[in-house]
Every structure is written in C-alpha cells, then in structure tokens.
C-alpha cells in the first residue's frame, strides 16, 4: 500500500500530516523500486553464482 493509499482509507490525518504525506510519497517511490532493482540484481547475481558452482564442480568431477 503506497503512502497515498493510506490517505484515501484514512480521513482522521490532520492536513499538516497530509501535505507531509504528499511531499514524503515520491521519496518513498523512488526508494521502494531502487530496493526492488536492488533486490532483483542480487537475485541475478546469486544464480549466477550458482550456475558457476555447479559447472565447477562438474568440470572438476571429469578431472
């Protein structure tokens, strides 16, 4: 749920906390898809990995 969501659900924020809200939601955004990003390269690099290992250790059975 986005930080603008909570705005619509919840009418007891007082307008000081909106505007809060309104000028904290891009910010947030912006770093919840740039951990996302994060996320997902770490995952690429951990497969990566992964594939590596594996055909290492079946050029090293061969050996």
Do not use: H, W
Request: aromatic share 6%; proline share 2%; net charge negative.
């Amino acid at each position: 749920m986005n930080l603008k969501t909570i705005l619509e659900f919840n009418q007891n924020i007082d307008e000081e906390d909106r505007d809060l809200i309104m000028r904290l939601s891009p910010i947030y955004e912006q770093k919840l898809a740039e951990s996302k990003q994060e996320g997902i390269q770490e995952g690429i690099q951990a497969e990566r990995r992964d594939v590596i290992e594996k055909i290492y250790c079946k050029f090293a059975l061969v050996l």
